[in-house]
């Protein structure tokens, strides 16, 4: 047998499959660069009014 030529849809949905790819790597690294930020942030103020969570021995009281 010799070598077949690739059919018109295997193309089409190579295209979709390779912008499908490229749109779940995009949204990887945004979360990925959305947690870094996240964990690595130091000036982190609470907004005014809100209470802060009690801890061990203040939620036994």
Do not use: W, Y
């Not at 018109?8 to 912008?19: D, I, M, P, Q």
């Not at 749109?23 to 005014?48: E, N, S």
């Amino acid at each position: 047998m010799g070598i077949r030529t690739e059919h018109e849809l295997h193309s089409r949905r190579k295209g979709r499959n390779v912008g499908v790819g490229i749109m779940l790597a995009g949204f990887v690294v945004l979360i990925m660069l959305l947690t870094f930020v996240k964990i690595t942030q130091t000036d982190f103020a609470r907004a005014p009014g809100t209470a802060t969570p009690a801890t061990g021995s203040e939620a036994n009281d």
